[in-house]
């Protein structure tokens, strides 16, 4: 059995991990890099391998850098199935055709300015056929329901309390007449986040392969969110202000409107107006309310047992036209204005963010993480300016960071998990998604833990399992 890493490599973009085994080629996770754009645009176009030579991909979760180039991977000939959970086929759906639309308009837009220096047409990564088709070939699995995806490999995914829907995958694995499994984590989540479930934990494998987004620093603790947001408002509110949230479609948009909508129940919230300004966050929205059986016994308890929806309350307007969106960058009064992309790099948000960035009596409130070379990064380390649509504006508004919000675990809480594991059954270990820095830490981390084949390894790196 061989496993190379094709992304998410000493970086926490484009998760990419190959499993060669009886002659088959299992995928997991097939992700969009994402950071410096002519590196990115690079990195997406040039598959390390022969799309038709991969059997079947197995997805984690829905998250745009561990799904957004399978559009790609189907454009080059994939024909295999993609094996994920019941939610994330459902959010997948929404986000691979709103990546596809994200493609078709770069590339207009880029073809526009190659025009005008005599250049040649830019051509998308991929565009909505390639998204539609690839959609079908999506394979739904309930949770801790057992399928064999070839007859010597058998798939269970039990829930990584990362996103709704989020996978860690075990797959069973007959090499040769000798049985091993192999762990693969996804991205981890954290123990008591809103709404959804805790990380199941996993105690026997022989590999494992973890994330590492915050494998050297902590967050705050979750039960300071509510305090902290109605903190922040009230600051910013007092100020005559806005609150400017970038906040990931899936995942941390409903996480803060929860959060939002208790503090309303209890009478802790200013009156102000809150908008969510992002067709797809709304289009998430409605997948959340389908997939109830991801919710937690909190969630439940709450609000579903009460006939009341998390995720909508009397002051909550969510936005779908461009009209709607433009009429709040004319607002005056105080309000919060949730909106997309997460890192700052595309979408609604950059317009929200021109328009209010240079007031001081504003807050960007930042509730997730920003990768290197993106906008986000720049705000999160308080640039004095900021180049939005090609034009530097001066950052004088509040930047706020909120890092209780992630859907990843910290240092602690990796290590915690880790100790669960069998460490005299366990192998090796495979440290991935993460910047070196964050990566190396948490592999010596485990090392002091009492783990001891832990390797970092880089992209296009093999190993014989």
């Given at each position: 059995?061989?496993?190379?890493?094709?992304?998410?490599?000493?970086?926490?973009?484009?998760?990419?991990?190959?499993?060669?085994?009886?002659?088959?080629?299992?995928?997991?996770?097939?992700?969009?890099?994402?950071?410096?754009?002519?590196?990115?645009?690079?990195?997406?176009?040039?598959?390390?391998?022969?799309?038709?030579?991969?059997?079947?991909?197995?997805?984690?979760?829905?998250?745009?850098?561990?799904?957004?180039?399978?559009?790609?991977?189907?454009?080059?000939?994939?024909?295999?199935?993609?094996?994920?959970?019941?939610?994330?086929?459902?959010?997948?759906?929404?986000?691979?055709?709103?990546?596809?639309?994200?493609?078709?308009?770069?590339?207009?837009?880029?073809?526009?300015?190659?025009?005008?220096?005599?250049?040649?047409?830019?051509?998308?990564?991929?565009?909505?056929?390639?998204?539609?088709?690839?959609?079908?070939?999506?394979?739904?699995?309930?949770?801790?329901?057992?399928?064999?995806?070839?007859?010597?490999?058998?798939?269970?995914?039990?829930?990584?309390?990362?996103?709704?829907?989020?996978?860690?995958?075990?797959?069973?694995?007959?090499?040769?007449?000798?049985?091993?499994?192999?762990?693969?984590?996804?991205?981890?989540?954290?123990?008591?986040?809103?709404?959804?479930?805790?990380?199941?934990?996993?105690?026997?494998?022989?590999?494992?392969?973890?994330?590492?987004?915050?494998?050297?620093?902590?967050?705050?603790?979750?039960?300071?969110?509510?305090?902290?947001?109605?903190?922040?408002?009230?600051?910013?509110?007092?100020?005559?202000?806005?609150?400017?949230?970038?906040?990931?479609?899936?995942?941390?948009?409903?996480?803060?409107?929860?959060?939002?909508?208790?503090?309303?129940?209890?009478?802790?919230?200013?009156?102000?107006?809150?908008?969510?300004?992002?067709?797809?966050?709304?289009?998430?929205?409605?997948?959340?309310?389908?997939?109830?059986?991801?919710?937690?016994?909190?969630?439940?308890?709450?609000?579903?047992?009460?006939?009341?929806?998390?995720?909508?309350?009397?002051?909550?307007?969510?936005?779908?036209?461009?009209?709607?969106?433009?009429?709040?960058?004319?607002?005056?009064?105080?309000?919060?204005?949730?909106?997309?992309?997460?890192?700052?790099?595309?979408?609604?948000?950059?317009?929200?963010?021109?328009?209010?960035?240079?007031?001081?009596?504003?807050?960007?409130?930042?509730?997730?993480?920003?990768?290197?070379?993106?906008?986000?990064?720049?705000?999160?380390?308080?640039?004095?300016?900021?180049?939005?649509?090609?034009?530097?504006?001066?950052?004088?508004?509040?930047?706020?960071?909120?890092?209780?919000?992630?859907?990843?675990?910290?240092?602690?809480?990796?290590?915690?998990?880790?100790?669960?594991?069998?460490?005299?059954?366990?192998?090796?270990?495979?440290?991935?998604?993460?910047?070196?820095?964050?990566?190396?830490?948490?592999a010596q981390g485990m090392k002091d833990t009492g783990f001891t084949d832990v390797n970092v390894p880089e992209r296009g790196q093999k190993f014989i399992l």
């Amino acid at each position: 059995m061989e496993l190379q890493f094709h992304g998410a490599a000493q970086t926490v973009t484009g998760s990419m991990h190959l499993v060669t085994v009886n002659g088959k080629n299992i995928l997991l996770d097939c992700g969009l890099f994402q950071g410096k754009r002519f590196e990115a645009i690079e990195r997406n176009k040039n598959l390390a391998f022969d799309p038709t030579q991969i059997d079947h991909v197995i997805l984690s979760h829905a998250h745009i850098d561990h799904s957004g180039n399978l559009p790609l991977l189907v454009k080059g000939g994939f024909k295999g199935n993609i094996f994920c959970t019941h939610a994330t086929q459902d959010l997948a759906n929404i986000m691979l055709r709103d990546s596809a639309h994200i493609q078709e308009k770069d590339a207009e837009f880029a073809t526009k300015i190659n025009a005008k220096k005599g250049k040649p047409p830019f051509d998308p990564l991929y565009v909505m056929k390639d998204a539609e088709a690839c959609i079908s070939q999506f394979v739904g699995l309930g949770y801790e329901r057992p399928f064999f995806v070839t007859p010597e490999i058998q798939l269970t995914f039990v829930d990584a309390g990362h996103i709704l829907g989020s996978a860690i995958v075990i797959l069973d694995i007959n090499d040769e007449g000798t049985q091993k499994r192999l762990v693969y984590t996804g991205d981890l989540g954290r123990k008591d986040l809103p709404i959804i479930k805790d990380p199941v934990q996993i105690s026997e494998t022989d590999y494992f392969i973890t994330e590492s987004t915050y494998g050297n620093r902590e967050h705050a603790p979750i039960h300071d969110m509510k305090d902290e947001v109605q903190r922040i408002v009230s600051e910013t509110i007092a100020k005559g202000g806005k609150i400017i949230v970038p906040a990931f479609s899936v995942g941390r948009t409903q996480e803060l409107v929860y959060v939002l909508h208790e503090l309303v129940n209890e009478g802790k919230l200013p009156e102000i107006p809150i908008y969510v300004d992002s067709p797809l966050s709304v289009n998430i929205t409605e997948v959340f309310r389908l997939h109830t059986e991801c919710f937690d016994d909190e969630t439940r308890n709450a609000f579903i047992n009460n006939h009341q929806d998390p995720f909508g309350f009397y002051r909550l307007n969510y936005v779908r036209h461009v009209e709607e969106s433009r009429k709040l960058n004319e607002m005056i009064e105080p309000c919060m204005i949730i909106s997309a992309s997460g890192m700052c790099e595309a979408g609604r948000i950059l317009h929200h963010l021109r328009n209010n960035v240079q007031n001081p009596n504003n807050t960007i409130l930042v509730v997730g993480y920003m990768a290197e070379n993106t906008m986000g990064r720049r705000i999160v380390e308080k640039r004095s300016k900021i180049k939005i649509f090609g034009e530097e504006h001066p950052l004088k508004a509040t930047v706020e960071i909120m890092d209780g919000f992630s859907a990843h675990a910290g240092r602690n809480e990796l290590l915690e998990y880790f100790n669960g594991l069998n460490k005299k059954r366990l192998k090796q270990v495979f440290i991935v998604h993460g910047e070196p820095s964050s990566s190396n830490a948490l592999a010596q981390g485990m090392k002091d833990t009492g783990f001891t084949d832990v390797n970092v390894p880089e992209r296009g790196q093999k190993f014989i399992l």
